[in-house]
């Protein structure tokens, strides 16, 4: 089993970052959030998880030990796959979701995309023994002040910055996503940091 990965960061992408071990370039699948922490060139440690199936071997890597554990105990439900397990942790940190599931906060979870209402119920009650109690102190880690910055504008910002782009350049990206965000906000979702990355990047492409 591969616990952890360290070397320096050779390459970011925006859903994947390759660390070079020994020699070899290794590609772990991460979150924004993550990904934000990473900067080209500087030596950077994951924790990994493997997921080995027929046709791929998966390596996913995280923030933390923490992060790592969660997302292998979302695995245990059924109907979690490694990808979903993912968004979860996209959206929200391990203790928000240790939150959610004591609480029964089925709203947190379908804010997740992929997890509607009856599949977040399904997950409340096959998880709320899995998890264990939030860490915190029963606050969600991941809130902000009120007129403070919208959470999914200071993910998006950090993790361009950490893919190497000019803070004007993020702003820019970021500004041209807006409407996007503001619109999953309005139907009662939030807004999808991974996918507004991505059309943040589409962005960048077009103006360089």
């Avoid at 929200?92 to 997740?112: F, M, Y």
Wanted: glycine letters at 10%.
């Amino acid at each position: 089993m591969i616990a952890f990965v360290s070397g320096p960061v050779a390459s970011l992408a925006p859903d994947s970052a390759v660390l070079e071990v020994g020699g070899v370039g290794m590609s772990l699948q991460c979150t924004p959030g993550t990904l934000a922490a990473l900067r080209l060139g500087q030596h950077a440690r994951l924790s990994a998880s493997l997921v080995v199936r027929e046709d791929s071997l998966t390596l996913y890597g995280f923030a933390d030990d923490d992060e790592r554990q969660t997302f292998e105990l979302l695995q245990t439900a059924s109907g979690v796959g490694p990808r979903l397990a993912q968004a979860m942790l996209a959206v929200h940190s391990p203790d928000a979701l240790r939150l959610a599931v004591s609480t029964g906060d089925e709203k947190s979870l379908t804010a997740v995309p992929g997890i509607g209402k009856k599949g977040a119920q399904k997950l409340l009650l096959e998880l709320k023994d899995r998890l264990g109690q939030p860490l915190g102190t029963g606050t969600r880690p991941s809130a902000r002040p009120a007129a403070g910055p919208a959470p999914w504008h200071e993910q998006l910002h950090s993790a361009l910055l950490g893919l190497g782009y000019a803070p004007r350049e993020a702003e820019d990206a970021v500004s041209a996503v807006t409407p996007q965000a503001e619109a999953a906000a309005a139907a009662g979702a939030e807004p999808p940091v991974s996918e507004l990355l991505r059309a943040a990047l589409r962005t960048l492409n077009r103006t360089r």
